[in-house]
């Protein structure tokens, strides 16, 4: 494999039980540090390609590999938390916005990760247009569009390597949008983060030239 | 044993059906359609019941520890049975390893009322541990189905909420564990509020039956309180066993949630 690959995916047939092959025979890399628009017909599959990815969904036949390692070789929450997939239905649990965002925080596999401080959340916050947001505001009050993106912060405070993102702007008016798609880019271009974002938009002037991974009819081909 | 009882009789029987037909009228006339079921159900009763009678007669006579756990396992085989087909969600099939932690666990808890606190002897004694076994299981059976329906049903509704957190890291349990924590009370709640509830609001079958018997009420009692622990612990080693054996179910290899929703509704 090229070094360069951060994630391999070799011959993967994937079907939902009973149905006729989602994917069928799937082969192709993802570039480290690379950012990819997954684009494709509604039920063509670009959901199931991350839920792939993340291991919510796993394949009948055929290998992932994640550093030229196979899936199975990682314990699968370290997995998830490192290939972070953020949800097209943002889900925030009974709690205010600073018990949502730590969260993570509380589960076993992540009980070694520096807590981050109330300063960074609410530095976190500004970025993505979430000014009147409040640490302890009750999460469920909040509208899908801030709910959208509490749930982006809150998987980069586990600092994945790499993002999937479903839709992450579906809900959101075009000022907020905008914010998260900046913040995106600047972690794609400062940080190195891979990027995966699964969306119908089309993708404007960003400062990312990004590659598009057009997902149908069982396949997946890269385009620029 | 008819010391002290009045037999009845099968015309008294007969008469009793009179409940039956009254309740027949009732839906006829209310047109609730139970009539079929109302008929099923009324000789399912005397043939099972007659059916018991005749090979409980036959396991007393016999008196072989063999035949009594074969009598031990059939119950059981049936309680998981009835269990599947009282949950609604059929999407994990949990029969094989239900029916073997019942069976130890109800083996157990049988084992320590029969031989140890009532001290029979021998431990298997007939006339000791089939109905005790029978109470044990046909109680604790209700509340594995309350606690296993619940714990489906609500996996099921709250599955963006168990996958956002395995996103985040969390592993089966810590995903699961509001769900399997409700799906735990559910199942037993019932038995506590019928401890609450005992020589106050009810009079339980098993020490009715004994004081119709003929029996000291100061032991049927005594009999009874021993009953309703028991179910009471059983209920909640079987809820808590059961409850973590089919979630486990729930998940996949790689601990990804295996229950779908009910229509192809989802993203893909």
């Known amino acids: 494999m090229d070094n360069n690959n951060i994630l391999d995916f070799k011959d993967v047939t994937f079907a939902f039980e009973g149905k006729t092959p989602l994917f069928k025979g799937l082969s192709l890399s993802i570039l480290k540090g690379a950012f990819y628009l997954v684009q494709g017909p509604s039920g063509a599959g670009k959901t199931t390609f991350l839920r792939l990815i993340n291991r919510l969904e796993e394949p009948i036949s055929g290998e992932i590999r994640f550093r030229d390692k196979p899936f199975e070789s990682y314990s699968p929450p370290i997995l998830r938390r490192s290939l972070l997939y953020i949800q097209q239905t943002p889900t925030m649990v009974d709690g205010s916005v600073e018990e949502n965002l730590l969260l993570p925080f509380s589960f076993k596999k992540n009980l070694h990760l520096a807590r981050p401080h109330r300063e960074k959340l609410n530095n976190l916050l500004r970025d993505v247009f979430l000014h009147d947001v409040e640490m302890n505001d009750h999460a469920m009050n909040l509208s899908v569009g801030q709910i959208q993106r509490l749930c982006l912060i809150r998987g980069l405070l586990l600092s994945p390597e790499i993002l999937l993102l479903d839709e992450p702007t579906s809900a959101l008016d075009r000022k907020s949008a905008q914010a998260v798609m900046t913040l995106i880019e600047r972690l794609n271009l400062e940080s190195g983060l891979t990027i995966l974002v699964v969306t119908h938009k089309t993708y404007g002037q960003g400062r990312v030239k990004p590659r598009y991974l057009r997902v149908g009819e069982g396949r997946i081909e890269e385009s620029s | ?268």
């Open chain 2, 1 to 268: 044993m008819t010391h002290g009882i009045i037999e009845i009789g099968p015309y008294q029987l007969l008469l009793a059906l009179v409940f039956v037909l009254a309740a027949g009228g009732a839906s006829l006339y209310h047109g609730l359609g139970l009539e079929k079921d109302l008929l099923v159900g009324t000789i399912r009763t005397f043939a099972q019941l007659f059916l018991l009678g005749y090979v409980l007669k036959f396991v007393f006579r016999l008196d072989s520890v063999w035949l009594v756990l074969a009598v031990f396992l059939f119950m059981i085989v049936f309680a998981v049975r009835i269990i599947r087909s009282r949950i609604k969600e059929k999407q994990v099939s949990f029969f094989w390893p239900m029916l073997v932690s019942m069976t130890i666990s109800y083996a157990l808890v049988a084992f320590l009322i029969t031989g140890v606190v009532i001290g029979a002897n021998p431990w298997w004694k007939p006339q000791y541990f089939i109905p005790l076994a029978g109470m044990l299981i046909g109680n604790s059976m209700n509340a594995v189905a309350i606690s296993l329906d619940r714990l489906l049903g609500e996996l099921k509704k709250r599955r963006q909420e168990v996958e956002m957190m395995l996103c985040l890291g969390a592993d089966y349990r810590e995903a699961s564990k509001d769900m399997v924590k409700n799906a735990m009370r559910a199942g037993m709640i019932p038995s506590i509020n019928s401890m609450m509830a005992v020589g106050v609001v009810f009079i339980p079958g098993m020490m009715t039956g004994q004081i119709l018997a003929g029996a000291d009420p100061l032991i049927a009692i005594r009999y009874q309180i021993l009953v309703m622990v028991m179910l009471v612990g059983s209920t909640a080693i079987l809820s808590f066993l059961g409850v973590r054996i089919v979630c486990r179910l729930c998940f996949g290899p790689a601990q990804e949630l295996l229950l779908r929703p009910e229509k192809n509704s989802r993203n893909r």
